[in-house]
């Protein structure tokens, strides 16, 4: 299970570890202590968290912010990874920006993508290429 310090969790949601610290004191998000005693967020609660983030900032009834385009490199989080026969589909929360990935499943299998690993979204034209943080 891949894990997350404080200021790593931060960076990947875009905002302060002062803003992570007070959402885990307030019991928004989980947290748990490593083996050297600081606070780590789980990955996989770390895109559940993510997800819900999105959605909140999406306003109410689902309705969604007008965004600008973002050029080239979305940091983020995997936050699913749906696996068929020959395709697979990747989704990304990078801030506030949900991207979805179609590519062959080897190439999942290859790079080891699962959720709650970091990953940087890549855009070029009408394509999301996925790169292994």
């Known amino acids: 299970m891949h894990s997350y310090t404080i200021g790593g969790a931060a960076r990947l949601l875009g905002v302060s570890p002062d803003t992570v610290r007070r959402w885990a004191d307030a019991g928004r998000i989980p947290t748990r202590r490593d083996e050297t005693g600081k ?57 506030p920006h949900r991207l979805v990935s179609l590519l062959t499943r080897e190439a999942v299998e290859e790079l080891g993508l699962a959720v709650g690993m ?16």
């Open 118 to 133: 970091e990953a940087v979204a890549r855009v070029k034209a009408t394509n999301v290429h996925i790169d292994r943080a």
């Open 39 to 95: 606070r780590a967020i789980d990955g996989s609660d770390l895109a559940a968290f993510s997800v819900a983030l999105a959605a909140e900032a999406n306003g109410p009834e689902g309705e969604e912010t007008a965004y600008t385009t973002a050029r080239n490199a979305f940091p983020g989080i995997i936050t699913a990874v749906k696996l068929g026969d020959v395709a697979a589909q990747v989704e990304i929360q990078a801030g």
